[in-house]
């Protein structure tokens, strides 16, 4: 009897006992601690580009720009280097003016917004490869775009630095080119136009010989994507009788084809995201002509 | 009963070992250090009162060191200025942002082109960079002394407090001394620049100011001929003269050091030092046999350089002439001559003898003149030969066709430097191809 009260002693003991453990695991778990400062520093100060892009790009269209050096941004195996301070703002100001205010003005402020790559890298020098050639510009799953050569734009030299934008809004074009087919894919129609004319030796085709075949450019050849996103490169970094100029350096033969792949890239832009290509076209063209690059630098 | 207690106890034990409250070697966490490191680097560098000066030397093997005066300031801006300047005798103040990072350990980054780049620019190097650096890993800090290395090519750079608030006028005093030396390789009497030591013995000396290095030659005489050593060094510069990185050993000599002396415009190892001089010699540093055979046998060539006293004897003619273009050589079946290239694509010669050069020596050459030769002559608005027996053409054909002939030097039987045998202040040098026209 006896021994039985203390064992029913002890077994409440031992509830309590484990209650209480129990108990101090939920203390442990209690969120209102106080974790003090954070260490994680962040140096939020703004210098006059930081400030510009913060207030023209980042806030208005959700572009983050990298111009100072940071290789994690860039291919490991190349030798690159940053922008002078001096590039970044001039550059910036033509390229918003040229491409991406007439984007928005066709396209709408929400298609610009949604659709614009995240993230732009400035690189000063060239990205030169192996082979003698030159990489203008990458872009990386839709989101990040890498412009090289910066440190050669001079709004002080109008015709060199248009031609210098012109460049680089062909990858600009080429790029947001991949984001838009990525969001909807164009028609099948165009992957038959030229279905066996792709390799992966283009950089050996001359320009002609591609248009005789029935691609815009030499790169377009490539593969079917990229064929696409040059045609729409070429058709909005130049006027509708450039364009037209450029196709008849070649064949009869292969102005049908180009003429076929354009009318499906029209016809894109209009039913997909109901934009008259011809139309930005025109008016990508007359900013590029009008624009005077030293007081678009300055303002 | 006895299972109950093991469970209770097992928990307790499960409890004791969920202790967080390990030893910490450090009172602080990884971040909270590396914060307060870059708040502490960041002091250092900017509370220099008259900023710092960068001893670099880039991690490619031939490039040599320049200085650079940085001033760091707290909004993120480095002025800077480097007596590394190839293009401009001048130095002058550039700027930059800079960084202070972990990344492999503390690093010391300068985040936007400047001079600092000029290494580190694929677009003057092919793609390749020259071996700079603009990412510098912190090895020691104090106050008064930085050591870094390059993050990707491991070049070396040592910060010490600058002494000066007038950076430029310091480093346009080391690029002063840097500009005789190149003044006396390019505009001397005479061809051959040579350091030449107390026992006669010379090395062939050419600095090359793109690369801060020189490359020397030494020429032995042994019984197969001449042995030829070549070596790259790399230099730099202060205010008194130049160094190098490592030291010139030429048969038991050893240099580490010329100094400048502005007033006799010489440069003259220290006294503790083997003594030697730079010179400019009127003659090359050895005779290699066969050379006047090489330069015969060639086919086509440019006279591509020429020094000073040549040159005032070319500067009458373009002035006259503005249209000419520059002196070749050719020598294909019987059209063998001097051509006078005048732009766009006009090619009169003057005829050799018997379509040939005159071999005098084995190191030594003469041209001998036959006629004037208007190739082509209805093509032409003029006649060679009224442009070259004006007063100004004859000038030239008075020393190419000189009776004393050529000395002949070449190291690689494709650049050829001749040296008027009985005037050795005027010479020139000849780029010499096998292929004909």
Not at chain 1, 74 to 85: G, I, M, R, S
Request: glycine content about 6%; overall charge negative; charged content about 25%.
């Amino acid at each position: 009897m006896v021994y039985n009260l203390i064992k029913e002693i002890d077994m409440k003991l031992y509830k309590y006992i484990f209650l209480i453990l129990l108990a101090t695991t939920f203390v442990a778990c209690d969120d209102e601690e106080d974790l003090g400062k954070s260490n994680i520093v962040i140096d939020d100060t703004k210098n006059e580009i930081d400030q510009w892009i913060y207030d023209n790009l980042t806030k208005t269209y959700n572009i983050e720009v990298k111009y100072e050096w940071d290789d994690t941004e860039l291919e490991n195996d190349k030798v690159l280097a940053a922008p002078a301070l001096d590039k970044v703002l001039p550059f910036l100001k033509t390229l918003k003016k040229s491409w991406i205010e007439p984007y928005e003005i066709h396209g709408g402020e929400t298609f610009i917004r949604t659709y614009i790559p995240k993230l732009l890298v400035l690189v000063g020098s060239r990205n030169m490869n192996d082979d003698g050639t030159m990489v203008q510009g990458t872009a990386v799953g839709g989101r990040k775009v890498v412009i090289y050569q910066l440190n050669e734009f001079d709004p002080e030299y109008q015709n060199s630095s248009k031609a210098f934008l012109k460049r680089m809004l062909h990858v600009m074009h080429h790029e947001f080119g991949h984001i838009l087919h990525q969001t909807v894919m164009y028609p099948d129609e165009f992957k038959l136009v030229t279905a066996g004319g792709y390799t992966s030796a283009w950089m050996n085709v001359s320009e002609t010989d591609a248009l005789s075949e029935g691609f815009i450019t030499p790169y377009s050849k490539l593969d079917v994507d990229e064929n696409f996103v040059e045609t729409i490169a070429t058709i909005l970094t130049n006027s509708k009788d450039q364009y037209d100029a450029i196709l008849l350096r070649g064949s009869s033969a292969g102005q049908k084809l180009l003429r076929t792949k354009e009318e499906i890239v029209a016809n894109y832009f209009q039913d997909v995201w109901h934009i008259d290509i011809y139309a930005l076209q025109a008016d990508i063209y007359k900013v590029i002509q009008e624009m005077d690059l030293e007081e678009v630098a300055g303002e | 009963m006895k299972n109950t207690i093991l469970i209770i106890l097992a928990c307790l034990l499960a409890f004791t070992a969920c202790d967080n409250e390990v030893d910490e070697l450090f009172e602080q966490s990884s971040q909270e250090r590396i914060n307060d490191a870059k708040i502490e680097y960041k002091d250092i560098l900017t509370s220099s009162e008259n900023g710092w000066v960068i001893e670099v030397i880039p991690g490619a093997e031939n490039k040599g060191a320049y200085s650079a005066y940085v001033t760091f300031n707290d909004d993120g801006k480095v002025y800077l200025s480097t007596d590394f300047s190839p293009y401009d005798y001048e130095a002058e103040i550039d700027s930059s942002l800079y960084e202070i990072n972990y990344t492999q350990g503390m690093t010391i980054a300068f985040t936007t082109f400047s001079q600092m780049n000029y290494f580190s620019n694929p677009n003057n190097s092919g793609g390749t960079g020259l071996g700079g650096d603009v990412e510098l890993l912190v090895k020691e800090i104090s106050d008064d002394k930085i050591v870094c290395e390059g993050k990707v090519n491991k070049g070396s750079f040592i910060f010490t407090k600058a002494d000066t608030k007038s950076h430029i006028d310091a480093l346009n005093e080391v690029l002063k001394v840097e500009e005789a030396l190149i003044g006396k390789t390019y505009f001397s009497d005479y061809a051959f620049p040579v350091l030449q030591f107390e026992d006669g013995t010379k090395v062939s000396f050419i600095y090359d100011s793109y690369y801060r290095a020189v490359s020397t030659t030494e020429y032995k005489n042994t019984a197969d001929g001449v042995e030829i050593n070549k070596s790259i060094l790399r230099v730099k510069f202060d205010k008194t003269g130049m160094s190098f990185i490592d030291s010139l050993e030429v048969d038991g000599n050893v240099v580490s050091r010329l100094d400048y002396n502005a007033t006799d415009n010489s440069f003259k190892t220290p006294s503790d030092q083997s003594t030697a001089e730079f010179i400019i010699s009127p003659l090359p540093p050895a005779e290699i046999a066969g050379v006047a055979d090489a330069f015969i046998n060639s086919k086509y060539g440019t006279i591509s350089s020429y020094g000073k006293n040549f040159k005032a004897i070319m500067d009458p003619f373009s002035e006259l002439y503005p249209l000419f273009a520059e002196i070749q050589f050719s020598r294909y079946y019987s059209y063998s001559g001097i051509t006078f290239k005048f732009k766009p694509n006009d090619y009169p010669y003057a005829k050799l003898k018997d379509n040939e050069i005159t071999k005098m020596s084995e190191s030594e050459i003469k041209f001998e003149f036959d006629t004037y030769v208007d190739k082509y002559s209805n093509m032409f608005k003029y006649h060679i030969e009224d442009r070259l027996t004006t007063p100004e053409g004859q000038a030239i054909m008075d020393v190419l066709f000189s009776d004393s002939g050529f000395s002949l030097f070449s190291e690689d039987n494709v650049n050829f430097t001749l040296v008027k045998k009985d005037d050795p202040t005027i010479w020139f040098m000849m780029y010499m191809s096998e292929s004909g026209l």
